[in-house]
């Protein structure tokens, strides 16, 4: 799938093998900007390999390209083993730090949600810390809503961490 918006000049489609890099490394700044995930240490080649084997056919990932630069990657992850939640999805989405606040998050979010259609999802939930207004922000834009928020759900940086969770049915 392609899709492109030429207000911000931008192509999504389908992750390839070569595309590893650009997403590790745009993955790696949400570890350590603490924005985003509660993973604290930054990930390697093998890690990005076996993600990459996790997120074929209906589990699928996209990238984001301008000009031919990575500036983002969204996910579509697997909410539970559990067959009554095979057509809940779970979501990621980063977006490099120069690209942020410029659309990028958005239109990767609507590509993800046309093709978790096309692949049979009812509905994609998501995780976010409370403080991450500007993630915050692009949901409630698409439709999302908050359930709930988990207290003290993780740690990171040794401090206990609350964790949103926000849902869209498709």
Not at 43 to 61: G, L, M
Not at 102 to 117: K, P, R
Not at 134 to 140: F, I, K, N, S
Request: aromatic share 10%.
């Amino acid at each position: 799938m392609t899709h492109i918006d030429h207000t911000i000049n931008l192509d999504i489609r389908a992750v390839q093998r070569e595309d590893l890099p650009a997403i590790l490394t745009i993955y790696n700044q949400g570890i350590e900007d603490r924005i985003a995930t509660l993973e604290s240490e930054t990930k390697d080649q093998s890690y990005i390999e076996a993600w990459f084997e996790e997120h074929q056919d209906r589990y699928t990932a996209l990238i984001a390209q301008r000009h031919g630069t990575t500036v983002g990657w969204a996910a579509i992850n697997r909410y539970s083993h559990r067959c009554a939640y095979d057509a809940v999805a779970d979501l990621s989405i980063y977006v490099t730090r120069d690209a942020r606040g410029t659309g990028v998050g958005s239109q990767l979010l609507a590509s993800l949600e046309q093709v978790a259609q096309e692949n049979k999802f009812r509905k994609i939930i998501l995780f976010t810390f409370p403080f991450n207004y500007a993630g915050q922000g692009l949901y409630r834009k698409q439709g999302y809503r908050v359930v709930g928020t988990f207290e003290k759900q993780g740690v990171l940086d040794g401090k206990l961490i609350d964790v949103m969770i926000m849902e869209k049915v498709l």
